[in-house]
């Protein structure tokens, strides 16, 4: 990649952005200048806080102010929908977006890269899983779990038992999983050691152990030892559930990585390069979320 430290853009800058609200603690903007510096490409990609009043208006105003595209985060995955002018499938599926591409023609086009974001991480931290990942526990059944859930499923997961709180909303995930063909079951909040037992994977898609919620102190006893630990929580990065996955001798992937590879997508989209995500990358975000 080509190095401009100085990040100068011209009249003629690529132009994205996050659309959310709050948006002020979004770590994408600083994720995207990053590699836009290192590739040295003429493009800015922005925070985009939309208070809710305005939400409408102001995606409508996206295409006329030249974007070539932009994210979506909280709390507008799901509002963006009927915004859109084509939603592809796996985003449907979702019932979210997290990736917006505006065509030459000014309509845009909705899809979803938290999935892909998801299986790139495990890939970086242990090339090759899927072949050796039959059996995976997820624990949750919200939105991050079913972008997680589908991901596994297209990387030939054949068997998924999802661990709920609300046991009415695993089995309803688990449901739509049966429907893509993956063997799938459900089991109790949190998993006893026989849940745990065949898996090879364990993902924590719940929202205990982000800051300002209660840790999640899971007991990992039963799990095989050449199982993987997934936390897609990355704010704080280093989170009670993959401390104790670790102090069991298990492997682990931490959230930042989901965050740092689902942007890949995006910038491809809108920049025309798929980026390398890099140590330096991480440790330069690392230092920006100390409190
Ligand atoms: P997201 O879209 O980020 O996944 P979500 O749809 O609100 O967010 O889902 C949050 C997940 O965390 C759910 O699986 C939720 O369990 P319920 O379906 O029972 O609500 C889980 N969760 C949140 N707080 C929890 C807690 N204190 N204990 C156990 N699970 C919890």
Not at 41 to 58: H, K, M, N, S
Request: charged letters at 20%.
């Amino acid at each position: 990649m080509t190095q401009n430290p100085f990040h100068l853009i011209s009249g003629k800058a690529a132009l994205a952005g996050v659309i959310g609200w709050p948006v002020s603690h979004s770590l994408s903007p600083a994720l995207h200048g990053y590699w836009l510096a290192k590739c040295g490409i003429d493009g800015a990609y922005v925070p985009l806080g939309l208070p809710p009043e305005r939400f409408e208006e102001a995606v409508k105003a996206i295409p006329a102010l030249g974007f070539k595209g932009f994210n979506v985060t909280i709390p507008y995955k799901e509002r963006i929908l009927p915004l859109l002018d084509r939603v592809d499938e796996a985003a449907r599926r979702l019932g979210a977006v997290n990736t917006v591409t505006v065509t030459e023609g000014g309509a845009l086009h909705g899809s979803n890269s938290d999935g892909f974001g998801f299986t790139e991480a495990v890939s970086e931290a242990r090339p090759g899983w899927e072949k050796a990942v039959t059996r995976a526990l997820l624990l949750g059944a919200g939105g991050a779990a079913r972008a997680v859930a589908f991901a596994l499923q297209g990387k030939g997961v054949g068997h998924i038992i999802v661990s709920n709180r609300t046991e009415m909303r695993g089995k309803d995930l688990a449901a739509d999983l049966v429907r893509l063909g993956v063997s799938c079951g459900v089991a109790p909040f949190p998993p006893r050691p026989e849940d745990l037992a065949g898996a090879d994977l364990v993902v924590n898609t719940t929202s205990l152990g982000m800051t300002g919620q209660p840790p999640f102190e899971m007991d990992f006893k039963g799990l095989r030892p050449h199982a993987l630990a997934a936390d897609i929580v990355y704010n704080p990065l280093e989170t009670v559930f993959l401390a104790g996955a670790r102090a069991q001798g298990l492997a682990t992937v931490g959230g930042l990585g989901m965050l740092l590879h689902q942007a890949r997508a995006g910038f491809k989209l809108w920049f025309g390069r798929d980026p390398d995500v890099t140590a330096e990358q991480r440790t330069l975000l690392e230092g920006m979320m100390k409190p």
